[in-house]
């Protein structure tokens, strides 16, 4: 069965951290560009971070740029996004998407992955 799950979600202060984990089944991760997006109350959902096939290409969204790093453990064929110095605008569901092709590269647009999670809330307050 062809699944993402991500978890790690939770409340938080401003300028704590969190981790997020996507644990991957019926996919080898380390074979396919992975992404990170949220959905803010309101907003559109946004891309923050990807990952393709080389550990060597990553993208971030300018807004979180020197807080949050993606990252992937291929024996756990998981997928985390490390989350610091968060801040309210930071609130909203992540989620964490695959594209099924074999690219070595990756986007933070929406079309480019085909399998998604559920998603985990993030909660950013004082």
């Known amino acids: 069965q062809l699944q993402l799950v991500e978890s790690g979600g939770g409340v938080v202060q401003p300028g704590g951290s969190l981790r997020l984990s996507c644990a991957a089944s019926?996919?080898?991760?380390?074979?396919?560009?992975i992404g990170w997006f949220r959905q803010a109350p309101g907003k559109e959902r946004e891309g923050v971070s990807c990952?393709?096939?080389?550990?060597?290409?990553?993208d971030y969204t300018d807004s979180v740029k020197g807080r949050f790093t993606i990252s992937r453990d291929n024996a756990e064929n998981t997928a985390y996004l490390q989350l610091n110095i968060l801040k309210p605008e930071d609130t909203g569901i992540y989620y964490c998407?695959?594209?099924?092709?074999?690219?070595?590269?990756?986007?933070?647009?929406?079309?480019?992955?085909?399998?998604w999670g559920q998603g985990t809330q993030v909660t950013v307050s004082s």
């Open positions: 990952m393709g096939t080389s550990d060597g290409s990553t």
């Open positions: 998407a695959l594209d099924r092709g074999y690219g070595s590269t990756c986007g933070r647009t929406m079309y480019e992955y085909d399998y």
């Open positions: 019926g996919f080898t991760l380390r074979n396919h560009a």
